[in-house]
């Protein structure tokens, strides 16, 4: 048997088991799925790509059982939330509230300018960088990692909260404007999925006939297949600069899809399994909560562990910190073996599927609360994928957000006291 034939043959493979693991995971999903950019279709791309490559690179028949229960846990977890198609409750557009919202998007919006001006002005974009993949993190040094967190978070938050006020608020053309330079900064930051965000939000708010009627859904629909393809092509664009080959960069891209389950080619291995045994549930504390500790100084980041694992193979630390990301499957089995992984992974798809049903289904909630719970919607899908990534994230959201928003309260209630006091039991933007 020839190179040609073999290689046709392990394709063959790979798609026989893609597609016998596509319909099971899909299926699995399918009443919980509310559009085609859901971002739930991408977490169960990641699944089908994890059970496609451990079945081609795992030889351990218990770790690949383990890895797999992980796999039905999850799902398992994610279905025992009641399925939600369409939004049931209803936001309240009262002018005060409006208003407190708009002060708020308004804040945030100007500190995120003046940051990637300052940004642009001292390191350049890393967009516009000779390989946006490397620059995109040495770019963000010393103080500039202050403005990446804030792209990365609350950037977000400014995207969902600017296009509700787009969408419903009084000055419909200025937060339009605003949407769109948030999706401008995205872009400039050089991430290969900078726009991904930004369609799931268009396609979580469409789910809410109570934010969007009909005929604005189909048009906001148009929009998002525009930033899809928009976004590949600025992912053809970032990996084209890295490999200086248009077709290189077409191949990389579909690997990349593939590569949803590239913790399984680095983690399942005797060696790496064995240099990471010592950590258990403890270890896993202090992770999830370094981003954090780590912001304040209070005690050292921690490297990732997919960074770990890549060194380790390498037999050196690298100069630059990559590698895989710890999706929940090995994430579990490294911090609490391989019962204690299982039951983790259900917890992590419960809670995936809780936090979308917050947003989806959230009753009488003012425009502010349905801009958090969207923008925890679209950041709950980074747990499965890294756990302590996920910690950052939502702090880096909801830090300068609550910040901004505790300021706009007062000055809110010292031009307005007449307006009933806020109970201290509440949020500013409570009901």
Known sequence: MNNAESLTDATMHILLWGSLFAILIFVSYRRYIVSIFDPLN????????????AVEVVDDPRMLMQLFASQVAFIVGFRLV??????????????????????VVGGLFLIILLANCWLGLTAGFPLFARDPSI??????????????????????????????????????????????????????????????????????LTCRHDVVSEGAGRQLRIVSYCLFVLGTLLAVFI?????????????ALATRVMFFGDAVIYYYRPEVIQ??????PWDYMTSLLNPVLG?????????????????????????????????????????????????YSGSVGYIVSRARRWYLTGAAVTPFRLSCSCTMA??????????????????????PVMMIAGVVTLAFYSVHPRLPKIASNETAFGN
């Open 239 to 251: 990996l084209r600069a890295s490999s200086n080959s248009w077709n290189d960069a077409g191949v």
């Open 275 to 280: 240099m990471l045994s010592h950590l258990g």
């Open 82 to 103: 009641r399925p939600f198609k369409t939004a049931q409750g209803t936001v309240g557009w009262k002018k005060q509230d409006m208003d407190k919202a708009a002060m």
């Open 295 to 343: 912001f304040f100084r209070l005690v050292e980041y921690q490297y990732p562990i997919g960074y770990q694992i890549v060194s380790f193979l390498n037999g050196e630390y690298l100069s630059v910190v990559q590698g895989p990301n710890t999706p929940f499957y090995v994430g579990g089995h490294i911090y609490f073996g391989s019962v204690g992984g299982i039951i």
């Open 135 to 204: 620059a995109k993190v040495e770019n963000f040094t010393g103080g500039l990692g202050l403005v990446r967190r804030l792209n990365s978070g609350a950037g977000t938050f400014l995207s969902v909260s600017s296009l509700v006020l787009a969408i419903k608020g009084h000055y419909r053309r200025l937060f339009t404007c605003i949407f769109a330079v948030s999706l401008a900064v995205a872009i400039l930051g050089g991430a290969k999925g900078s726009l991904l965000a930004a369609v799931e939000l268009i396609a979580y």
């Open 42 to 53: 991408v977490q169960a791309i990641s699944q089908v790509a994890a059970c496609v490559v």
């Open 378 to 399: 679209i950041l709950i899908f980074v747990l499965p994928v890294e756990a302590p990534l996920f910690v950052s994230e939502v702090f880096d959201t909801f830090l």
